[in-house]
Structure formats: structure tokens, C-alpha cells
């Protein structure tokens, strides 16, 4: 151990060299232990595949899986600019310039169980608004207001779901924050209002931290208003630090500062008067600064040129930032620089919250841990190529890992043009991350789910529309989460820690325990071969069965041509709870219920599910806005269960409760002692299915059947 007040350094051997973790990076999900050195310091840079180059986010937490299956976890709580050496004893070595060797151990022994103690020390994440889990769309290249209607209107013509617009920088007025261009982007604000009163739609735009100080005195209120209220870094002079980002010099708000949250409200809350947003895209805070340190250069200062610098992308610390020596409300940028995405994160949640009055969705590209508590994360500037694509899976898994389940990739690539089998590839992926969204940067072909065509329109409309019809269980997966922590996507190894196949495989994850996701990543590929662990699993769409629990661990060949629908597969022993779908979250939350009983194919074990059902937006969800909590079981029988504490009532009703894996056509079928007639059988699938119910979910129910 090495303790200097610039240099701090500890080793520690590891119980196996099944490491995950230690981000942001993109990578493998399973760590390379071959002395691979990860830098942990946030940096505005386009994410480069392979490298343990410094990104946007900084997560000094792991996942060590030990021999025997158990899993733990470690969290080192340090702010400053880190080195993590991997080596092959198994062994890690934590290197920083600062701060102090805060180490949290937590045991599990479940990798799931991990991650809810981590999340208990960090905090829980956050539940976002149901529309917030429906599809985005955005690109920076739209043009004009009228672009942006049209492609809108094409979405909705194809009946693709959308639920929210998204637009980038290009609607402000010379890049200015909290301004609108008035030549080609007039009218923003009745377009918002109309998609939201006419079509259930929502309205998210960019937001980034630089402020510009160069505008005619008195003119930009965001400016002057900061002045007056001292709430800008400063340099070592007290002065506002001046750097350079879209707008030309910027200062950029400092929101550890005591006026910071009163400042960004009211520059929210009037902004929200001429564009009246449902959540906000925040950007360029690293803090990213197109100029070193700032336009006037950084002191000679042990903060700005250290005794050691690590390892990161340009070699100095001031690099594409502000200088380290800047004062942050009595804090030196050095300590508290990865700290800047975190903080503004929680004052533009709090904003939001004060301004709409519900619960709002929140974008940052800078994390830390505790960010998933009020927002989410995209994983930045992407490339449109096939690396890309599969590299998004280890991402969004390594997120859930971090605390921030609300996480997806820009879907077919935000860099270059993508192409017809790579965006179709991506839609049928993107459409499963937990936050999808489809993006791409000007000046590159567009991309959004009408560009290419009829057919492939067609296809992004069914792989939606499935998303769309398992809202209700990936709902319920963040709402677990909220409560309880933990993650909503999972890699195969938490399910099923005994099985050693799983630990490296990131091509294919997990909607919590009950929905297996295995995308096509190959280009020119038809089928993928997918791993099965040791279950009982059955093909979402039909019911088949593929493999029952007791036949061992399989692969599986799924067909798969370039139009199809994601291969998905229910495991055996769950109920999930589905929605018919619509176009928008707001549409499909008043069509029928669906439950889809997937029998375990053990005698004996029942299978069992929950659903979660809320307003999907009220604030103090859980603790204060009513709520349903529901619980199935089928063994015999089905039954349902009410949470004594719910109060919610939905307006949908359950119409339809389908079960996989029915060994036989049943003689009878009855709901609360009442026989019916409404189910029929497929004996070649093994598919019951009961139709025509009209059940209130918020009263317990019993189906039995014989």
C-alpha cells in the first residue's frame, strides 16, 4: 500500500478471474485479467471498442463470481482520477491522485443480492414514468421543425409505436440553452403541445451546461441571472471560468453551488413555459470543453499538472475539461470532476419534479454512482457499425450493474451511415434494451424506422408492438428494482450462477428472471445459436416448447432471417403479465390484460409472477402515490393475491390467461367456481388458452381446471 496525498495505491488478490464491472468502458462483459489497465476518469470522447480508455462515466465497482458460484462485490468510493491494473494471480491493483480508500465489500452470495446491497448503499434506483419504457426517436439532422413533424407523422402513418420526440441541439438558436430558433424551428412549442393533447406523445429535448457569456449585456437571462446569483465554477481568482463548447465561450454552472438547484429551476421552469418538455437530455457534462482548461489556459499548480498523471486520453488531466484547479463552492474540480454529470443529473430531476409536478425522465451522458436514482443513461456516441451493435450488450448490462437500469444504446449507430440488415438487426435488439431510443448524427442518412422501406417498417412495427405488449413486465422489473434494488436487465450468470457456460456471454441477457433475449450480432447471419442454461424454456410468440428442465444445458439454432421478429423465450415456472398494445404507452395501459402462465414442467413446482401497476407517473411512487401489487401461482390451480396496501384500480381488465406447457385438453375450466367455455387447447403446441374474461386485477381471483 502506497498512501502519498497525490498517489494512493493498495493490491489485493481476487477469489477468481470472474470479474465484471469497472466502468464505463466498452468491452467484453467478462473482464480481461491479462493486465488490462481501466482509467476511471469522465471524458467527452466517442466510444472506441476494445480500449479501457476513460468514457463518460465512472463506476469503481466490481462483481468477483468465486468458483463455487457465490458472488461479491466491491465498491471503492473515490472521486478522483483512478487506475485499475487487472492481473492474472487473479489479483487488482486500485491506483487514484486523491481523496481517500473508502472501500465497501458486500457479499451477496447471489450476483442479484450484490447488487441490491451495493444499490442500498448508493441508492435505489429510480422508477421512471411508463411512457419513459416506451420507443424514442431522435436524430441531430432533422433540419427543421417540419422535418421533424414529418418523420413523426410517418412513425405514426406506419403504425409504429412511439412515445416520445426527441430533438439535439440543432432547435436552439445558435446553440444557445433555453432558446428556440425562430427560422426554422418557429412553432416548436405548439408541435409539443399538439403530439402530447392530440397524439399521447411526449417531448424530451437537449439541454447542455454551457452557458454563453457572450451575448449583449442583459439579453440571456440564463447568464446574467447566473451572475447575479454566483453560481458559475470559478477559476483560482474567483472569476467565472470561461471555456469554449457549441455556443462559442461558455461558463458552466456549478451545481454544488448553494443557488445552483433555485437557478436551473427557474431556467427550466421558463424554458418549460415557451417548450413545455416532459424530460430533459443532458449533455457535455464531463464537464466536455473544447479548449484545455479554460480560454485563458490553468495556473502552474500541483492540482493541474500533478506529480503522476494517469493514464487517460490526451495525457493531462485538463484535457477536452475545465482546470482542475476551478473552484466548485469551496471544492477543487481535481476531487470533484467525475462528480459533474451526478450533480447536475439531480438538480435537473429536482427541476423537472417542481416544474411538471410528476415523474419526469432524466438522459445524462456523465454518471456516477447514485445517477440511477434520478435518471438514466445512453451509452454515448456510438458508432453505426457491427462492433457497435454487439458491443451494446455488455453495456447495458454493465449499467444494471452500476445502479442504472433506465440505459440503452443509440439504436443502428449515432456515427457514419448505417445500412438496411444493420439497422433491422439493431431495431430487433434496440427494442429490448430497457431505454430504447434511435438516434444519429447530421449530416448521415436518416434512420429512423420508416427510412428503408415498407418491409422494414413492417418489422420494426411487430418487434415494437411486442415490446409494447411485455410493458406491464418490465415495469414491474423497475419498480422492483426501485424497492427492493437490483437490476431489470441481467446477464445469464445471475440466474443461474452454477451453470460456468453463462459467465461469459454477452451476446444474449435476461429481462429479469423470466424473458431470455438472444438477438441476431452476425452480419449476413439467419440464425443464431443460442445457449440455454438447464430450464424449461418456450418460444414467447407460440408457446412451443424448446427444452424441458432436467434435459441439461443446450444450444439452440433459431432461425432468424433479416426481417424477423427477436427470438424470445419465456422460462419455465413464470407468469407474466402482458398488455395488447398500441402506438403509445398511454393507448396500450387502457386494452386488456394478458397473463402467460409458463409452466415449470416439474411436478410439484408451480410457477409464479407479480405485476406492479400504477398511474405511471405520480410522484413518491410506492411510498405515497396508490399502487396494485399483484402475485401469481399456478400449480392446480391459478391464483391471485392482492398486496393489502394497494389502491390503485386499473382500467383494463385481464381478458386472456394463456398457459405453455398444458399436458393435456382439460375437461373443464372454471374462474371464481363459475365454469366457462371460452378456452381452447392446442394439443400439438401443448397451448391452453382462456379467452373472453373480463377480471379486475385489483380482486384476487381463482382459475381451475382439470
Same mark, same amino acid.
Given at each position: 500500500?502506497?498512501?502519498?496525498?497525490?498517489?494512493?495505491?493498495?493490491?489485493?488478490?481476487?477469489?477468481?478471474?470472474?470479474?465484471?464491472?469497472?466502468?464505463?468502458?466498452?468491452?467484453?462483459?467478462?473482464?480481461?485479467?491479462?493486465?488490462?489497465?481501466?482509467?476511471?476518469?469522465?471524458?467527452?470522447?466517442?466510444?472506441?471498442?476494445?480500449?479501457?480508455?476513460?468514457?463518460?462515466?465512472?463506476?469503481?465497482?466490481?462483481?468477483?463470481?468465486?468458483?463455487?458460484?457465490?458472488?461479491?462485490?466491491?465498491?471503492?468510493?473515490?472521486?478522483?482520477?483512478?487506475?485499475?491494473?487487472?492481473?492474472?494471480?487473479?489479483?487488482?491493483?486500485?491506483?487514484?491522485?486523491?481523496?481517500?480508500?473508502?472501500?465497501?465489500?458486500?457479499?451477496?452470495?447471489?450476483?442479484?443480492?450484490?447488487?441490491?446491497?451495493?444499490?442500498?448503499?448508493?441508492?435505489?434506483?429510480?422508477?421512471?414514468?411508463?411512457?419513459?419504457?416506451? /420507443?424514442?426517436?431522435?436524430?441531430?439532422?432533422?433540419?427543421?421543425?417540419?422535418?421533424?413533424?414529418?418523420?413523426?407523422?410517418?412513425?405514426?402513418?406506419?403504425?409504429?409505436?412511439?412515445?416520445?420526440?426527441?430533438?439535439?441541439?440543432?432547435?436552439?438558436?445558435?446553440?444557445?440553452?433555453?432558446?428556440?430558433?425562430?427560422?426554422?424551428?418557429?412553432?416548436?412549442?405548439?408541435?409539443?403541445?399538439?403530439?402530447?393533447?392530440? /397524439?399521447?406523445?411526449?417531448?424530451?429535448?437537449?439541454?447542455?451546461?454551457?452557458?454563453?457569456?457572450?451575448?449583449?449585456?442583459?439579453?440571456?437571462?440564463?447568464?446574467?441571472?447566473?451572475?447575479?446569483?454566483?453560481?458559475?465554477?470559478?477559476?483560482?481568482?474567483?472569476?467565472?471560468?470561461?471555456?469554449?463548447?457549441?455556443?462559442?465561450?461558455?461558463?458552466?454552472?456549478?451545481?454544488?453551488?448553494?443557488?445552483?438547484?433555485?437557478?436551473?429551476?427557474?431556467?427550466?421552469?421558463?424554458?418549460?413555459?415557451?417548450?413545455?418538455?416532459?424530460?430533459?437530455?443532458?449533455?457535455?457534462?464531463?464537464?466536455?470543453?473544447?479548449?484545455?482548461?479554460?480560454?485563458?489556459?490553468?495556473?502552474?499548480?500541483?492540482?493541474?499538472?500533478?506529480?503522476?498523471?494517469?493514464?487517460?486520453?490526451?495525457?493531462?488531466?485538463?484535457?477536452?475539461?475545465?482546470?482542475?484547479?476551478?473552484?466548485?463552492?469551496?471544492?477543487?474540480?481535481?476531487?470533484?470532476?467525475?462528480? /459533474?454529470?451526478?450533480?447536475?443529473?439531480?438538480?435537473?430531476?429536482?427541476?423537472?419534479?417542481?416544474?411538471?409536478?410528476?415523474?419526469?425522465?432524466?438522459?445524462?451522458?456523465?454518471?456516477?454512482?447514485?445517477?440511477?436514482?434520478?435518471?438514466?443513461?445512453?451509452?454515448?456516441?456510438?458508432?453505426?457499425?457491427?462492433?457497435?451493435?454487439?458491443?451494446?450488450?455488455?453495456?447495458?448490462?454493465?449499467?444494471?450493474?452500476?445502479?442504472?437500469?433506465?440505459?440503452?444504446?443509440?439504436?443502428?449507430? #449515432?456515427?457514419?451511415?448505417?445500412?438496411?440488415?444493420?439497422?433491422?438487426?439493431?431495431?430487433?435488439?434496440?427494442?429490448?434494451?430497457?431505454?430504447?431510443?434511435?438516434?444519429?448524427?447530421?449530416?448521415?442518412?436518416?434512420?429512423?424506422?420508416?427510412?428503408?422501406?415498407?418491409?422494414?417498417?413492417?418489422?420494426?412495427?411487430?418487434?415494437?408492438?411486442?415490446?409494447?405488449?411485455?410493458?406491464?413486465?418490465?415495469?414491474?422489473?423497475?419498480?422492483?428494482?426501485?424497492?427492493?434494488?437490483?437490476?431489470?436487465?441481467?446477464?445469464?450468470?445471475?440466474?443461474?450462477?452454477?451453470?460456468?457456460?453463462?459467465?461469459?456471454?454477452?451476446?444474449?441477457?435476461?429481462?429479469?428472471?423470466?424473458?431470455?433475449?438472444?438477438?441476431?450480432?452476425?452480419?449476413?447471419?439467419?440464425?443464431?445459436?443460442?445457449?440455454?442454461?438447464?430450464?424449461?424454456?418456450?418460444?414467447?410468440?407460440?408457446?412451443?416448447?424448446?427444452?424441458?428442465?432436467?434435459?441439461?444445458?443446450?444450444?439452440?439454432?433459431?432461425?432468424?432471417?433479416?426481417?424477423?421478429?427477436?427470438?424470445?423465450?419465456?422460462?419455465?415456472?413464470?407468469?407474466?403479465?402482458?398488455?395488447?398494445?398500441?402506438?403509445?404507452?398511454?393507448?396500450?395501459?387502457?386494452?386488456?390484460?394478458?397473463?402467460?402462465?409458463?409452466?415449470?414442467?416439474?411436478?410439484?413446482?408451480?410457477?409464479?409472477?407479480?405485476?406492479?401497476?400504477?398511474?405511471?407517473?405520480?410522484?413518491?411512487?410506492?411510498?405515497?402515490?396508490?399502487?396494485?401489487?399483484?402475485?401469481?401461482?399456478?400449480?392446480?390451480?391459478?391464483?391471485?393475491?392482492?398486496?393489502?396496501?394497494?389502491?390503485?384500480?386499473?382500467?383494463?381488465?385481464?381478458?386472456?390467461?394463456? #398457459?405453455?406447457?398444458?399436458?393435456?385438453?382439460?375437461?373443464?375450466?372454471?374462474?371464481?367456481?363459475?365454469?366457462?367455455?371460452?378456452?381452447?387447447?392446442?394439443?400439438?403446441?401443448?397451448?391452453?388458452?382462456?379467452?373472453?374474461?373480463?377480471?379486475?386485477?385489483?380482486?384476487?381471483?381463482?382459475?381451475? /381446471?382439470?
Amino acid at each position: 500500500m502506497i498512501f502519498e496525498d497525490q498517489f494512493l495505491q493498495i493490491s489485493s488478490k481476487l477469489s477468481s478471474s470472474n470479474l465484471y464491472g469497472l466502468g464505463e468502458h466498452v468491452d467484453p462483459l467478462k473482464l480481461n485479467m491479462t493486465w488490462r489497465m481501466d482509467t476511471l476518469f469522465a471524458r467527452d470522447v466517442a466510444t472506441p471498442v476494445g480500449l479501457q480508455e476513460n468514457l463518460y462515466g465512472v463506476h469503481p465497482f466490481y462483481m468477483n463470481i468465486e468458483d463455487d458460484g457465490n458472488a461479491n462485490g466491491v465498491f471503492l468510493l473515490n472521486s478522483n482520477a483512478l487506475e485499475i491494473i487487472l492481473q492474472p494471480l487473479p489479483a487488482i491493483t486500485y491506483r487514484s491522485i486523491g481523496g481517500i480508500m473508502d472501500f465497501y465489500v458486500f457479499l451477496g452470495p447471489s450476483p442479484e443480492q450484490v447488487i441490491q446491497q451495493y444499490t442500498a448503499v448508493i441508492g435505489k434506483p429510480y422508477l421512471p414514468p411508463y411512457w419513459g419504457l416506451g /420507443y424514442h426517436l431522435c436524430r441531430w439532422g432533422y433540419g427543421s421543425l417540419e422535418r421533424t413533424i414529418q418523420v413523426n407523422s410517418n412513425m405514426r402513418a406506419k403504425g409504429i409505436p412511439q412515445d416520445v420526440q426527441w430533438n439535439d441541439i440543432e432547435y436552439m438558436r445558435d446553440h444557445l440553452d433555453f432558446t428556440v430558433d425562430p427560422s426554422k424551428w418557429n412553432g416548436l412549442g405548439d408541435f409539443v403541445k399538439k403530439i402530447q393533447s392530440q /397524439y399521447n406523445q411526449h417531448y424530451i429535448p437537449i439541454v447542455d451546461p454551457g452557458i454563453s457569456n457572450t451575448q449583449p449585456s442583459g439579453s440571456y437571462k440564463p447568464y446574467s441571472d447566473g451572475l447575479s446569483m454566483d453560481v458559475f465554477v470559478k477559476t483560482t481568482e474567483g472569476q467565472p471560468l470561461v471555456g469554449q463548447v457549441w455556443p462559442g465561450n461558455t461558463v458552466f454552472p456549478d451545481f454544488f453551488s448553494k443557488n445552483a438547484q433555485q437557478y436551473w429551476t427557474e431556467q427550466l421552469s421558463a424554458f418549460h413555459d415557451e417548450v413545455p418538455f416532459d424530460g430533459l437530455w443532458i449533455d457535455m457534462n464531463e464537464p466536455s470543453n473544447f479548449v484545455e482548461g479554460s480560454t485563458s489556459g490553468c495556473p502552474a499548480s500541483k492540482w493541474d499538472s500533478p506529480p503522476y498523471t494517469p493514464h487517460i486520453i490526451g495525457n493531462t488531466l485538463k484535457s477536452k475539461t475545465i482546470c482542475m484547479s476551478a473552484n466548485q463552492n469551496g471544492y477543487r474540480h481535481y476531487d470533484v470532476h467525475s462528480l /459533474y454529470g451526478y450533480s447536475e443529473t439531480v438538480a435537473t430531476m429536482k427541476a423537472l419534479e417542481t416544474v411538471r409536478g410528476k415523474r419526469s425522465v432524466v438522459i445524462s451522458r456523465s454518471t456516477y454512482p447514485s445517477s440511477g436514482q434520478h435518471g438514466g443513461h445512453w451509452l454515448g456516441d456510438n458508432f453505426a457499425q457491427w462492433n457497435s451493435f454487439r458491443y451494446s450488450i455488455p453495456g447495458i448490462l454493465n449499467f444494471n450493474l452500476f445502479g442504472i437500469p433506465l440505459v440503452g444504446a443509440d439504436i443502428c449507430g #449515432f456515427i457514419g451511415n448505417t445500412n438496411f440488415e444493420l439497422c433491422a438487426r439493431w431495431t430487433q435488439l434496440g427494442a429490448f434494451y430497457p431505454f430504447s431510443r434511435n438516434h444519429n448524427t447530421i449530416n448521415n442518412q436518416p434512420q429512423d424506422p420508416t427510412a428503408f422501406g415498407d418491409n422494414f417498417a413492417a418489422m420494426a412495427r411487430n418487434v415494437l408492438l411486442m415490446r409494447y405488449r411485455l410493458l406491464p413486465y418490465l415495469y414491474t422489473l423497475f419498480a422492483n428494482a426501485h424497492v427492493n434494488g437490483g437490476t431489470v436487465a441481467r446477464p445469464l450468470f445471475f440466474e443461474f450462477t452454477n451453470d460456468s457456460k453463462t459467465l461469459p456471454i454477452d451476446q444474449q441477457f435476461m429481462w429479469g428472471s423470466s424473458l431470455l433475449i438472444t438477438p441476431v450480432m452476425q452480419q449476413g447471419a439467419t440464425s443464431v445459436q443460442g445457449y440455454f442454461p438447464d430450464a424449461t424454456w418456450y418460444d414467447a410468440y407460440s408457446g412451443a416448447e424448446l427444452q424441458r428442465k432436467g434435459s441439461g444445458r443446450q444450444y439452440h439454432t433459431l432461425e432468424c432471417p433479416v426481417l424477423c421478429n427477436t427470438p424470445l423465450h419465456y422460462r419455465g415456472g413464470s407468469i407474466i403479465t402482458t398488455q395488447q398494445p398500441a402506438i403509445t404507452t398511454a393507448d396500450s395501459r387502457k386494452n386488456p390484460f394478458e397473463l402467460i402462465v409458463a409452466l415449470s414442467g416439474q411436478d410439484g413446482v408451480p410457477a409464479k409472477g407479480e405485476v406492479f401497476i400504477d398511474d405511471g407517473e405520480s410522484l413518491g411512487p410506492v411510498t405515497k402515490a396508490p399502487y396494485l401489487h399483484v402475485d401469481f401461482v399456478a400449480d392446480h390451480a391459478l391464483h391471485s393475491s392482492v398486496d393489502p396496501k394497494s389502491s390503485y384500480t386499473p382500467e383494463a381488465k385481464l381478458a386472456n390467461i394463456t #398457459f405453455y406447457g398444458f399436458g393435456h385438453k382439460p375437461s373443464s375450466v372454471t374462474v371464481n367456481g363459475h365454469a366457462i367455455s371460452t378456452y381452447t387447447y392446442d394439443d400439438g403446441l401443448k397451448v391452453l388458452k382462456i379467452t373472453g374474461l373480463q377480471l379486475s386485477l385489483d380482486q384476487p381471483f381463482n382459475v381451475t /381446471y382439470d
